[in-house]
């Protein structure tokens, strides 16, 4: 695992090395173990290495062919390159290290652009054909690996990280009001755009190709649902398990320590069990808090002991106020998805025992395990068995006076949205899973003068286009693709990447092999939501691998005591960051709407997520924009 940055000119000036320099040092944590840098005529390229496979010098990057004519910068893992180096070494070519950057390399030279589709693993690089002066930038099928780049002034720049990017610019792009408007609806920055103005990211399962006078985006792989076999009982069975073993198999291939994050779900459970049938022991990692309802150990232990695991615990006690400036600096985008705290702590002590580490993301993606697939086939089935008429007339009036009583039990407030959301609109709609800010809270905290600006934009024409792209024929097929191609890249996959690679550590994913995509998308439906037992095909599976009690718990995510923390050591600087002046001078939101909104909270209401948004931006503001914050600051320290 890797840090990568480059600068492509489509002039004849000279490439910065101070530039280059500073979006190198700047991702020292992606590769503490070697750093490179390579210039030539209209390029630069830049490398941190962080040394999982052949640890020699020789595997270090930029990694240049024998003539010097392609050179190739490449963050990720690829996990079937011993089967491309064979098929290349059938061709004639010779390899001079172990390293699957060089298969890459070489494979480009044998195939060109089309040794992108043959990579099965997760990758972000850049390849430098020098005899056509062409950049090539590459992502991963679903998004594991990060990539950012901007095309103005006469140049291309890339970089691991928009922060390392930003500083490698040499000033600041403006920020995009409609990007921050998506932020807070999504509590993450979706799609392609970032927050800054003409700074995008390489789209999954993406090339993008610069030239002197052009860049061209390519897609060369999507996740269709439109062809469906006939699942048989037994036989979808044996080949999940196939698959499955296979794709964890390959993902424990490695130079130094492997081990897992074991949370005591169904997918990680399952993913520790596959790890078992390896003659390698598994070391397995868990992280609890004292808050029993968001402690998962006694349900990790249990797997841990079933499958024989080397199995660690930690249990902490989060500093919040010291922590989330050092989180803001790693993410470098506003990012408000309060798991990335726990994430964060578990690389950080997983780190201590192991290098790279196998998760369970994915399978909820790709197997329907959220509960908001359920929500979908309810809706589903509401909208076709109630006329229309009187859902418009009688229901929806009724869903809206439930939504209006204080502190309404939570069965009432699903009644609610069934009422009036998801069996009124559309299946789009139906599957709003994010609990940000809505469009009437926009009306309430944004200024007149921001939502001039965002000139009728709306938020949720992301997640809608997404689902007219989508192939499947019902709504739970649309809705598993939207998820893989939203919720996965734009919050769940940046999380684990940044909190993992702020440690030092890689995280592999097993569910998120594209042949198990693959082969979940073409089963029906029903294979994956039975009635509405959600994750019906992994469960089955898993029985033969992991405890009963695993599988029929309730689901528990990764979470923190968020609501109780903004009442108790963060309390402090929500009230002072929140309620400062300059909050109010950037133009964006209303003073009284923040201020009712942290009254409500601390007199009981639950107002987590948003606070936890407009906490997380404000400090994002103070960091990137104002300067004045640092990542080593405290906010225990603020005045």
Not at 169 to 176: A, H, K, N, R, V
Not at 348 to 362: I, K, M, N, P, S
Request: proline share 6%; hydrophobic share 40%; with cysteine.
């Amino acid at each position: 695992m890797c840090g990568i940055a480059g600068i492509f000119l489509r002039g004849d000036a000279p490439i910065d090395r101070a530039r280059l320099l500073a979006m190198r040092d700047d991702q020292v944590h992606r590769g503490p173990d070697a750093v490179g840098l390579r210039i030539g005529e209209h390029i630069g390229l830049a490398f941190n290495r962080l040394a999982i496979l052949d640890l020699s010098p020789a595997a270090n990057q930029p990694m240049c062919s024998e003539d010097d004519s392609v050179w190739i910068v490449f963050n990720g893992e690829i996990y079937n390159f011993p089967d491309l180096r064979r098929d290349l070494e059938s061709h004639g070519r010779r390899f001079r290290t172990r390293s699957d950057t060089e298969v890459i390399l070489q494979g480009f030279e044998q195939w060109g652009l089309d040794v992108i589709p043959r990579l099965n693993g997760m990758f972000a690089l850049g390849i430098w054909d020098a005899r056509r002066e062409r950049l090539h930038l590459a992502r991963d099928r679903v998004g594991e690996k990060p990539l950012i780049y901007r095309d103005a002034g006469g140049e291309v720049a890339f970089a691991s990280e928009i922060r390392a990017l930003v500083k490698g610019l040499g000033s600041t792009p403006e920020i995009d009001p409609q990007v921050l408007d998506e932020y807070l609806a999504y509590l993450c920055v979706p799609g392609n755009r970032s927050i800054f103005q003409g700074i995008e990211k390489v789209p999954p399962a993406c090339i993008v190709t610069c030239t002197r006078d052009s860049l061209r985006v390519e897609r060369y792989w999507r996740l269709s649902y439109k062809t469906k076999t006939v699942a048989r009982g037994a036989e979808t069975l044996e080949r999940l398990d196939e698959i499955l073993t296979d794709a964890t198999r390959i993902r424990m291939v490695s130079d130094v320590p492997v081990g897992a994050f074991l949370s005591g779900g169904v997918d990680s459970s399952t993913v520790v069990a596959l790890m078992g049938r390896s003659s390698r022991p598994t070391h397995t990692f868990s992280i609890g808090f004292s808050e029993a309802s968001f402690d998962e150990l006694p349900h990790a232990r249990e797997v841990a002991t079933a499958c024989g695991t080397r199995h660690q615990e930690f249990r902490v006690e989060p500093d919040a106020a010291g922590i989330l400036p050092r989180l803001v600096w790693h993410y470098g985008e506003p990012f408000a998805d309060s798991s990335s705290v726990p994430t964060y702590y578990l690389a950080r002590e997983a780190r201590q025992q192991a290098t790279v580490v196998l998760t369970g993301d994915g399978g909820d993606e790709a197997f329907a395990g959220y509960p908001w697939f359920r929500n979908v086939r309810v809706a589903e089935i509401y909208r076709r068995l109630i006329p229309g008429f009187l859902r418009r007339n009688a229901l929806a009036p009724l869903g809206r006076a439930l939504a209006r009583v204080p502190h309404l039990p939570r069965s009432l407030g699903r009644l609610s949205r069934l009422l009036t959301m998801w069996g009124n609109r559309s299946a789009c709609d139906a599957f709003w899973i994010w609990p940000g800010f809505t469009e009437t809270d926009r009306a309430t905290f944004y200024t007149p003068h921001f939502i001039d600006r965002l000139n009728h934009f709306d938020p949720k024409t992301y997640c809608r286009e997404a689902y007219l792209r989508a192939d499947g024929d019902d709504d739970l097929d649309r809705a598993l693709q939207v998820g893989i191609d939203t919720y996965l890249p734009g919050d769940l996959l940046v999380k684990v990447d940044i909190a993992t690679m702020a440690n030092s550590l890689e995280a592999r994913t097993p569910l998120l092999d594209y042949r198990v995509l693959e082969f979940a998308a073409q089963l029906p439906a029903t294979t994956h939501l039975r009635g509405l037992r959600t994750k019906s095909l992994l469960k089955t599976y898993a029985e033969r691998l992991v405890p009963a009690s695993v599988l029929h718990r309730p689901k528990q995510g990764f979470e923190i005591p968020l609501a109780g923390w903004l009442r108790g050591p963060l309390r402090r600087p929500l009230e002072v960051l929140l309620k400062h002046p300059r909050l109010v001078g950037r133009g964006y939101f209303s003073s009284e709407a923040v201020r009712n909104t942290i009254t409500r909270h601390l007199n009981g209401a639950d107002e987590g997520p948003k606070l936890w948004a407009l906490l997380w931006l404000e400090l994002w503001f103070r960091m990137f924009i104002d300067g004045d914050l640092k990542r080593e600051d405290s906010l225990r320290d603020l005045g």
